[in-house]
Nanobody
Framework: VQLQASGGGLVQPGDSLRLSCVAS????????WGWFRQAPGKEREFVSA????????YYADSVKGRFAVSKDNAKNTLWLQMNSLRPEDTAVYYC??????????????????WGQGTQVTVSS
């Protein structure tokens, strides 16, 4: 199984980025999908997730209203649209796939497969 995340970069506050995560060697629609991030010196934290069954999105309070998660099962692709970026959004962003119950969607423990991460830097 491989998860390939991309789309990160250096942007200014208020800008937008769209992260992508392409998966291979798994049945995309059978998994919950999540985005996590880790800033230097901090623990990995939940950003967003989308459930496998009814595609319900979940967001951390810090990104709600600014980020939007989506996926296309036919393309084996997960996206994270990030708008109104702030310096505190600076981190390495990871996509992840798992099949745990919904109560684990916000926990890294709920995910079995992880992408390699893509750096997002928000700075003026």
């Amino acid at each position: 199984v491989q998860l390939q995340a991309s789309g990160g970069g250096l942007v200014q506050p208020g800008d937008s980025l769209r992260l992508s995560c392409v998966a291979s060697e798994l049945t995309f629609r059978n998994y919950n999908w999540g985005w996590f991030r880790q800033a230097p010196g901090k623990e990995r934290e939940f950003v967003s997730a989308i459930s496998k069954g009814n595609n319900v999105p979940y967001y951390a309070d810090s990104v709600k209203g600014r980020f939007a998660v989506s996926k296309d099962n036919a393309k084996n692709t997960l996206w994270l649209q990030m708008n109104s970026l702030r310096p505190e959004d600076t981190a390495v962003y990871y996509c992840a796939a798992g099949q745990a119950v919904l109560s684990y969607l916000r926990s890294s423990a709920g995910y079995k497969y992880w992408g390699q991460g893509t750096q997002v830097t928000v700075s003026s």
